[in-house]
């Protein structure tokens, strides 16, 4: 997912500066964060692995919730994945670089996605990221077919 932002930002980067850049910023940074956050799961899997005991591993989650970094990680997640494709929806609409449908569908689905998984609505989750995909599959033939928009100086 992080490649395909990164290629929806410089994008409409060129089209739209700011709201390519606060696109990149958000959701791109957020996509990028939730990486570099600790895996429970993985650290849970290899304690496991390893032989520690249920009520260390436990400990150890807790003390890793309580660090800035998972925190900071999670919230820049969620904040970039409602904000930051709302950004970059505005910036297409503004370009007519793409139909306006795939510009709203982008500005939909990753909110929706949020919603899914806050809510426990697998369906909305999974819609969302339906859409996203529909809405980068857009992009994605504009650029096949036109480039990103940008041109390099002397080229």
């Known amino acids: 997912m992080v490649a395909a932002v ?9 089209r739209s500066p700011k709201l ?34 249920q009520a260390t591993i436990v400990k150890v989650i807790e003390g890793a919730d309580g660090l ?11 904040v970039g994945l409602v904000i930051g494709p709302i950004c970059l929806g505005i910036g297409l609409l503004r370009s007519r670089a793409v139909p306006a449908w795939a510009a709203w569908v982008l500005m939909v689905a990753m909110p929706l996605n949020v919603v899914g998984w806050v809510t ?30 940008w041109v390099r100086a002397g080229s």
Not at 131 to 136: D, I, S, Y
């Open 68 to 78: 800035a970094m998972p925190a900071v990680a999670g919230i820049w997640f969620i």
């Open 120 to 149: 426990g609505v697998l369906a909305l989750a999974y819609a969302g990221f339906a859409l996203l995909t529909v809405a980068f599959g857009v992009l994605a033939l504009d650029v096949a077919r036109n480039g990103t928009g």
């Open 6 to 14: 990164l290629l929806a930002c410089v994008y409409v980067m060129a």
């Open 20 to 53: 390519g850049l606060a696109g990149l910023l958000l959701f791109g940074g957020g996509a990028t964060a939730a990486n570099v956050a600790p895996s429970y799961d993985f650290v849970t899997l290899a304690g496991l692995d390893k032989g520690v005991d």
